[in-house]
């Protein structure tokens, strides 16, 4: 293909700077998404012969990648494979998410114990509904696959479903022992929210779309959503039960809902759904006070860790998912997703390549700043300007790759300790050989909110 090459060209000559992106020409669109995929992947070495399958460099220590960014990041090399076409990267990832899945199929490997969200393993689902849903290829049949994998991970988090506090909602973390299991957040809650709001349409089973109703009633319950401004908040503490709101707001909390809202009124075509996913666009407009995506708690400060640097993949994908789920929304979103893929190419120019990709999309140079999530959230608001040549996710009654199984996850435990597979002297050892991996748990996604409760 003439953009592969071109890329390749590209990638070969000094002298390059800045992505040269012209939004209205396809291959152009190609190109950029090319040239930043290779830059994140620069960065992952679990493919090569002794490394560990998913893991990013650092996996579960505060100076690397949270084990979650992993699993986020195959999802966005799905997306890339789905609007480009490109399958570079299909068996990399295909690899990583089948390796990390865990005895119980469960995305909850022993390994990721000492910092386990509920919304850490919801990312890696989420990515396996993706996989389902953009008619990725199966896994080999003796594998697990990619819907009852959802299927199980949402058993799970429902068995966790918590109401002797604050009338239900998901603690953030799976384990007692971790920093953040006293906190229900908006991530957390909103994940299962999108999950169950996404498996629904998938599948036409009404038991998730009441569970998504479920949630998302929690998460209003408890004010996560502004009453007044649809702004989405971070959590809230059970220890006063959730009576108090921490008011950081990150775009992926917001990205999560609308998206989940988006696939509900896709499936009920209901007005009231309509009207949350038009609030919720209107809350949103926090996250491009000057057209373009921006993750306000953090950019400006230049203090956002690995996790957040991340979270405009996410926000730029759910958004643009959004607009093909729920039609209405295209108006307003486009112009949004356009003007940050603009401002995106201008940032990056950075590094010994001339294209490496920081983080502030409105500035007009490079922002000194370079890693996995940088390049992730670039390369998904390139995938987003090829929306309109590509069909929509995968509705009941289209043809699905990936066949449901109602029965997965039909022996979920309820688990506030870690599986039988694990015992707790293991556990011990871990946390006593990583006592910062241990301490800095709670540094995980959203970790500023531990400094500001
Ligand atoms: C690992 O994946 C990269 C693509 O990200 C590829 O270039 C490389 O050849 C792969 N290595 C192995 C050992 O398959
Ligand atoms: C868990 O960690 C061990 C030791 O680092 C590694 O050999 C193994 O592959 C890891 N398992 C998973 C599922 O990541
Ligand atoms: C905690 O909050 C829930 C609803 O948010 C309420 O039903 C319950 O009565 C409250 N419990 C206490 C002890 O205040
Ligand atoms: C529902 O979403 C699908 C894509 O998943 C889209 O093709 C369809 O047009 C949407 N339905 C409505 C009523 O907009
Ligand atoms: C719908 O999903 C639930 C939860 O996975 C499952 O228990 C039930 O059997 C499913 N119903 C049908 C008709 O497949």
Redesign the pocket.
């Known amino acids: 293909m003439a953009w592969q090459r071109l890329a390749a060209a590209s990638l070969l000559a000094f002298a390059v700077s800045a992505i040269d992106l012209d939004i209205n020409d396809p291959d152009s669109v190609k190109h950029a998404a090319f040239i930043t995929s290779h830059g994140m992947m620069s960065y992952y070495s679990g493919n090569e012969s002794g490394q560990t399958p998913g893991y990013l460099p650092g996996s579960g220590t505060p100076e690397g990648y949270y084990w979650w960014e992993g699993g986020a990041m195959f999802g966005s090399l799905i997306d890339y494979w789905y609007y480009t076409g490109d399958s570079t990267y299909n068996d990399v990832l295909t690899q990583g998410m089948l390796f990390q899945v865990g005895v119980d199929e469960n995305y909850q490997p022993d390994n990721a114990s000492t910092s386990l969200g509920n919304d850490d393993q919801a990312f890696w689902a989420m990515s396996a509904m993706k996989a389902a849903e953009l008619r990725f290829p199966n896994p080999p049949e003796d594998k697990p696959q990619w819907v009852p994998l959802v299927q199980t991970v949402f058993a799970y988090q429902v068995g966790r479903w918590d109401t002797k506090t604050c009338g239900g909602g998901l603690r953030w973390q799976v384990f007692q022992f971790n920093n953040g299991y006293d906190y229900k957040n908006a991530i957390s809650t909103g994940c299962l929210f999108n999950m169950a709001s996404r498996l629904g349409k998938y599948t036409g089973n009404s038991t998730y779309l009441d569970w998504a109703e479920k949630a998302y009633d929690w998460i209003k319950s408890v004010d996560l959503i502004d009453p007044k401004t649809y702004a989405v908040y971070d959590g809230v503490s059970v220890t006063d039960n959730c009576t108090s709101l921490n008011r950081l707001q990150w775009s992926y909390n917001f990205g999560v809902l609308l998206y989940g809202a988006a696939c509900m009124w896709?499936v009920t075509?209901s007005d009231q759904w309509k009207k949350e996913v038009t609030s919720l666009l209107t809350g949103g407009q926090v996250f491009w006070p000057k057209g373009v995506l921006k993750e306000v708690a953090c950019e400006d400060s230049a203090n956002c860790n690995n996790d957040q640097k991340s979270f405009k993949a996410y926000t730029s994908d759910w958004m643009a998912e959004t607009a093909?789920?729920?039609?209405f929304t295209e108006p307003t979103i486009s112009p949004i997703l356009a003007a940050s893929a603009k401002a995106a190419a201008v940032q990056c120019s950075g590094g010994n390549d001339g294209v490496t990709c920081g983080m502030k999309w409105g500035q007009s140079t490079w922002d000194g700043s370079a890693g996995v999530g940088q390049q992730m959230a670039a390369m998904e608001i390139f995938n987003t300007q090829l929306a309109k040549y590509v069909a929509?996710?995968?509705?009941n009654g289209d043809s699905g790759l990936s066949k449901s199984d109602p029965n997965a996850g039909n022996s979920a435990t309820t688990d506030a300790q870690p599986s039988s597979h694990t015992s707790l002297i293991d556990m011990g050892d871990k946390a006593g050989a990583g006592i910062l991996t241990f301490l800095f748990a709670a540094t995980t996604i959203g970790g500023a909110v531990w400094v500001s409760l």
Not at 324 to 327: C, I, L, M, N, S
Not at 392 to 395: A, H, K, M, V
């Open positions: 896709n075509g093909k789920v729920a039609p929509g996710p995968i509705t």
